[in-house]
């Protein structure tokens, strides 16, 4: 299993993104903002695909440890193209939030980048700062401190539940490195308690969380996309009403190509296969687990935990939030929603797990055990 990993990885990745080309499909022809064309969003995110999948070979076939000497790049990248989101005629509001920048033709979302950037550099201060992770200053202080700027940033565009996110990848990167627990616990308890506070301070997200509460009372207005997606999950029931057959993507359920691709799953195809998606992300989940354990070094460790947490994280939080579990929040299900920055960053994760595999400790042993062989056998022909 251990050796194989990054093989099942691989197999679950691409089912995944297979699952989200065909619900692309069968979704996104509907969407309001086609533009006229019922095969726009595909094309878009085939484009995307095309390039994540370069991006991916280029990250597999490359040492992950030069990720390690440009985090301050990714850092100074990451907080330029933060800031451009709020510059006027490069960022761009929709829906209240200032998320986006255009590219021309094209839209990117920085918080993308962002999640990258402060995962390589969590993993290069707990890989430098190894001997006094176990101290206040170093192993807490300091690197919330750093990564505190680019979450305002996320936070100041109306992203909370990226910035959520980010701060619980970031607490378990510091769990993982040996952070005391002591110092750790109470930060978390205030982060949530933080969190809440913005939450019920801002309008648009204190009603969202007041149709989580009451959802019968909201069902045609901030509750009306959880309502709707938990209609489509009835009606598809455990066969599914058939691919192409369901019914909340005429324009009942707002964004059934994007953040609520899960329930159209559920209403489409049926119980099996919202169960198969939910598999599929515990096999990344594992895998990524298995050959972040077996890294070379500590730094591949950090980093292939931290973007394992990343995408299964993301993947949960968007279940829940279609399931009605957890309060409404604009985030694509990874490799399946329509989303190309997402999509290019999460192939790029994929692709640095597979670099971590072949260098880790197992295939290094492989080798050798190789080599070993070969000259017994050699000794023994002689």
């Known amino acids: 299993m251990q050796r194989n990993s990054v093989y099942i990885l691989l197999l679950a990745v691409c089912g995944l993104i297979v699952l989200g080309v065909v619900m692309l499909f069968s979704t996104s022809a509907f969407a309001q903002d086609s533009h006229g064309d019922m095969y726009y969003f595909v094309k878009r995110q085939s484009i995307w695909l095309v390039a994540g999948c370069i991006l991916c070979a280029a990250a597999a076939i490359s040492d992950y440890r030069i990720w390690q000497k440009t985090w301050p790049v990714w850092f100074g990248v990451s907080i330029i193209l933060l800031i451009l989101c709020f510059v006027p005629h490069i960022g761009m509001k929709l829906n209240g939030a200032h998320r ?13 980048v962002g999640k990258i950037a402060i995962v390589i550099f969590l993993a290069w201060w707990f890989t430098k700062y190894e001997k006094t992770t176990g101290k206040l200053l170093d192993g807490l202080i300091k ?46 308890i205030l982060g949530m308690v933080a969190l809440v506070f913005v939450t019920i301070h801002i309008p648009e997200r204190a009603a969202r969380i007041m149709a989580f509460l009451h959802p019968e009372l909201h069902k045609l207005d901030k509750g009306l996309q959880q309502y709707q997606g938990l209609i489509a999950f009835g009606s598809g029931g455990v066969q599914g009403l058939g691919l192409g057959e369901g019914r909340q993507k005429f324009l009942y359920l707002p964004y059934a190509h994007t953040d609520f691709i899960f329930p159209m799953i559920g209403e489409e195809l049926g119980l099996r296969f919202t169960l198969l998606t939910v598999f599929g ?28 947490i990343l995408m299964t994280f993301q993947a949960a939080i968007n279940i829940g939030m279609t399931l009605s579990l957890l309060p409404n929040k604009g985030m694509p299900l990874p490799f399946i929603s329509y989303g190309g920055s997402n999509l290019l960053m999460c192939l790029f994760m994929v692709g640095t797990l597979i670099s971590i595999h072949r260098h880790g400790r197992l295939v290094e042993t492989s080798k050798s055990d190789l080599l070993l062989a070969a000259r017994m056998n050699v000794r023994g022909i002689k």
């Open 100 to 112: 986006w920048i255009n590219l021309g033709k094209i839209s990117f979302q920085p918080s993308e």
């Open 143 to 188: 690197p919330l401190l750093i990564i505190s700027v680019p979450l305002l940033l996320i936070g100041s565009e109306r992203d909370l539940g990226t910035a959520a996110l980010i701060a619980t990848m970031a607490f378990s990167m510091m769990f993982i490195s040996g952070s005391n627990l002591r110092w750790l616990l109470p930060f978390v």
């Open 281 to 308: 992300f515990l096999i990344i989940a594992l895998c990524g687990c298995l050959i972040a354990s077996n890294a070379r070094d500590r730094f591949g460790i950090l980093l292939g935990f931290g973007f394992t």
